[in-house]
């Protein structure tokens, strides 16, 4: 199954130099999940061919307008466009109250059934699982409630290896009890475990997004190991007390997270107005942890 991240903005607090505001989508060939949902993200997803009658579940990381106010301009839309299908959204405590502003006032009109999942964004903990991943909140320290979010896919079904069937002359139904992780009595009554004879094709994969926080090594933790790691990037790192005060993170701390954490690659992200050039976030970023790139407007990430 292919994995593809695709970010819609990229940029913090106001939209500039023709990057568009805090958003991304993660796809498998058969579902998109969106990922902060800041204002233009429409018209970002529209660029990108994806569909939003495609996306079912919506995860926002906090209720900065920067993050969320293209959120009640896409619920309209696909109203419009004759949604019915159930749509989720998982946000920390406050969407709802939102969302109901919007709806009775009539500024906005909804005909399908819009599932707000509040999270608690002070623990670690799986919110929500389908048939391709296991999605997990992660604590992030920011002026408002915040949570970053991990996606970890399932762990497809285990193959066995063939010359363990001729070995031990295994019966169907012994395989399919070892490749369920049970283990298998012989004939003989030697007993064989699942472990021993089966394998996955593939490690499954994960993606991690931190979203607005200050540089928070506690983090770290929670998303050892992790494929592909999304961090905010707001700053260079001569702006650190800026970033810290702000309670944001910059391209170094963010690359010295993805090393702590031993991510596979590092995706950079959220940049301030004020720098028109990323490459010099980018090479700050890559003085620590070589396999970083810029996630601008658009770009296209597999894995
Ligand atoms: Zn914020």
Do not use: W
């Not at 363990?164 to 019966?171: E, F, G, V």
């Not at 700050?284 to 597999?302: C, I, K, M, N």
């Amino acid at each position: 199954m292919e994995l593809r991240l695709i970010i819609i903005g990229s940029s913090a607090a106001i939209p500039a130099h023709h990057r568009n505001l805090s958003g991304q989508v993660l796809q498998t060939p058969s579902s998109s999940y969106l990922i902060d949902c800041g204002e233009g993200t429409q018209f970002g997803l529209t660029d990108a061919k994806v569909r939003l009658s495609k996306i079912d579940h919506i995860f926002i990381s906090h209720l900065h307008g920067d993050h969320i106010f293209g959120l009640f301009g896409l619920l309209s839309s696909a109203s419009m466009q004759g949604r019915t299908k159930e749509l989720s959204v998982f946000a920390p405590p406050g969407l709802k109250l939102l969302i109901d502003a919007f709806t009775e006032t009539k500024s906005m009109y909804l005909n399908f059934e819009l599932n707000i999942v509040e999270v608690d964004t002070t623990v670690y903990r799986q919110i929500f699982e389908d048939e391709h991943f296991r999605m997990y909140s992660i604590p992030l320290k920011h002026r408002i409630p915040t949570t970053g979010y991990k996606f970890v896919e399932k762990q497809k079904k285990v193959n066995i290896h063939k010359e363990a069937i001729a070995k031990y002359q295994l019966s169907f139904d012994q395989i399919k009890s070892l490749k369920s992780g049970n283990n298998a009595n012989l004939e003989d009554g030697r007993t064989i475990c699942s472990e021993d004879v089966c394998f996955h094709k593939y490690k499954p994969r994960s993606y991690v997004y931190v979203s607005d926080c200050v540089f928070s090594p506690e983090i770290v933790r929670f998303i050892q190991g992790v494929d592909v790691l999304f961090h905010e990037a707001t700053y260079m790192n001569e702006e650190k007390e800026l970033a810290q005060t702000r309670f944001h993170s910059t391209a170094l701390q963010a690359a010295l997270i993805a090393k702590m954490a031993g991510a596979g690659r590092l995706i950079l992200g959220h940049f301030s107005s004020r720098y028109t050039d990323l490459q010099p976030l980018l090479d700050e970023a890559r003085s620590v942890f070589p396999d970083a790139s810029l996630g601008t407007d658009q770009s296209v990430f597999l894995f």
